[in-house]
């Protein structure tokens, strides 16, 4: 934003200081209040994310689990050996 003026460009720099500070004192307050001013869809969405949050670290858990355990995840399973052609 061009502003010829230097004292009106200095009026709104100290207007939106005043602003973010009178934002900050009221978001502030209503913490202490205990008021939480998101609406419900942001919460649902946080509540959402949180859960899926936490089965991704299960998930990231249970993977380390079965990579160190001692028997191999294809233990079980029959080998196919490479060198014989499908006919």
Known sequence: MYVPNYYLA?????????????KAEMHCMLRQAGVDQRGWLALGACKLLSGLGWLLVALGRWLER?????????????????ASPVR
């Open 66 to 82: 079965v990579a160190r355990s001692p028997v191999a995840p294809s233990a079980g399973l029959p080998r196919v050996s490479g």
């Open 10 to 22: 200095q009026r709104l720099a100290e207007q939106r200081l005043r602003d973010c500070q009178r």
